[in-house]
């Protein structure tokens, strides 16, 4: 905004002495009000490394959250500018946006998008009175330390691992199942608790193991699990390793169930695994795409040309809590933000939902899908 569009200094000012400091501080004013006259919102997100597929569709669900809420007027009436940033789905990257964020005096964050760098970069977020929250963190040690600035729209890893167990259980009981990890720390944890509440339901793992995702050692691996028989494969890993290990599986003759997690809901998966991806489980959030109140902005991505899968929806409903949590209180004010998401219940594109004490969306669960033809959709 420049000063032609809200104040106008008059130039029979300076040509009648108006003085000096008075004209500063009129200026300094207009400068202030200009300064004011918009929020920025961080946003971070992976744009490089393993994980840039699911980051594109937070940062696309973003963006057009932020053009349709500025198109109303934005955040308690300042339009809305996006400063958007790369942390790799790495913790110190993550520090490092963190540390820019609060530098820079950004208060409001959609982000991280992997668990470990939301972790990282919440300590600095909190500490800062910063209002973050997370389209796509599932790690229940986010929201269990109890910081009262952090939130996330998504689920938690606890009540994934708990699904994949169940069905692992109930389908594939009397089949031998072998539970992978690789070295990242979402992949360890949810394999961790995927195969404690196997165990703890009755049914064991005929191999529980951990690997170093590369085309050799996948082709190892493959080659071990179908000498040992292994029937259903549980990996904790992102789209692309998974998409590597299931394709040079099959180029080996090794087609067992696979079954994945939220990391591989990105057409990355299909595009990596190829036709092999076709019948793999995966557990994912509920898919907001099939909810009534989402409809107008699946519609407006559709007529642009996108699918907007995986976490699009859950990037839009983040920006968009934010701002219904500000207009509402009617400041851009990151912990009264805060303090009115703990409290209130809004209306997103996920539907009626709130916020428990924690910061954990309510309402919102896993399910199970299927993968068929480069897509995914609901499990029978």
């Known amino acids: 905004m420049g000063l032609s569009d809200r104040t106008v200094i008059r130039g029979d000012m300076i040509r009648r002495g108006a003085p000096l400091l008075a004209l500063a501080g009129l200026l300094a004013g207009v400068l202030s009000s200009a300064a004011r006259a918009e929020v920025v919102i961080g946003v971070a997100v992976p744009r490089s490394g393993a994980y840039v597929g699911v980051g594109e569709q937070v940062l696309r669900g973003v963006e057009a959250a932020a053009r349709d809420f500025?198109?109303?007027?934005?955040?308690?009436?300042?339009?809305?500018?996006l400063d958007v940033q790369d942390d790799a789905?790495?913790?110190n990257k993550a520090v490092a946006?963190?540390?820019h964020y609060a530098n820079s005096?950004?208060?409001?964050?959609?982000?991280?998008?992997?668990?470990n760098a939301s972790i990282a970069a919440s300590e600095i977020y909190a500490a800062n009175g910063t209002t973050m929250i997370t389209a796509a963190s599932v790690s229940s040690r986010l929201t269990d330390r109890g910081l009262p600035t952090i939130f996330r729209v998504c689920g938690r890893d606890d009540d994934q691992a708990k699904l994949s167990a169940t069905v692992l259980a109930e389908r594939f009981r009397d089949r031998k199942i072998a539970i992978l990890s690789d070295q990242t720390p979402g992949a360890r944890n949810l394999a961790a608790a995927t195969k404690e509440n196997l165990n703890r339901i009755g049914t064991n793992e005929a191999i529980s193991t951990q690997f170093t995702p590369s085309d050799g050692d996948d082709a190892a691996l493959a080659d071990r699990l179908k000498e040992a028989g292994i029937a259903v494969v549980y990996y904790g890993g992102d789209a692309r390793e998974?998409?590597?290990?299931?394709?040079?599986?099959?180029?080996r003759g090794f087609k067992p169930q696979w079954f994945g997690t939220s990391a591989i809901a990105t057409q990355e998966f299909a595009t990596f695994a190829g036709p092999a991806s076709n019948g793999a489980l995966m557990t994912f959030y509920l898919d907001p795409r099939r909810k009534p109140e989402a409809a107008q902005v699946v519609q407006a991505f559709k007529a642009e040309g996108t699918e907007p899968e995986g976490s699009t929806i859950y990037g839009y409903a983040a920006l968009q809590a934010l701002v219904a949590a500000g207009n509402f209180a009617r400041s851009v004010d990151s912990r009264r933000i805060a303090a009115t998401l703990h409290s209130e219940r809004f209306d997103l594109v996920l539907g009626p939902v709130g916020f428990d004490a924690k910061g954990d969306v309510t309402a919102q669960g896993y399910v199970l899908y299927v993968w068929k033809d480069g897509t995914f959709t609901y499990a029978n």
């Open 70 to 81: 500025n198109a109303k007027g934005g955040l308690d009436g300042q339009p809305i500018r």
């Open 89 to 91: 789905c790495d913790s």
């Open 97 to 99: 946006v963190a540390n």
């Open 105 to 115: 005096g950004v208060r409001l964050v959609v982000g991280h998008v992997c668990s």
């Open 242 to 251: 998974m998409g590597r290990l299931v394709r040079i599986s099959a180029e």
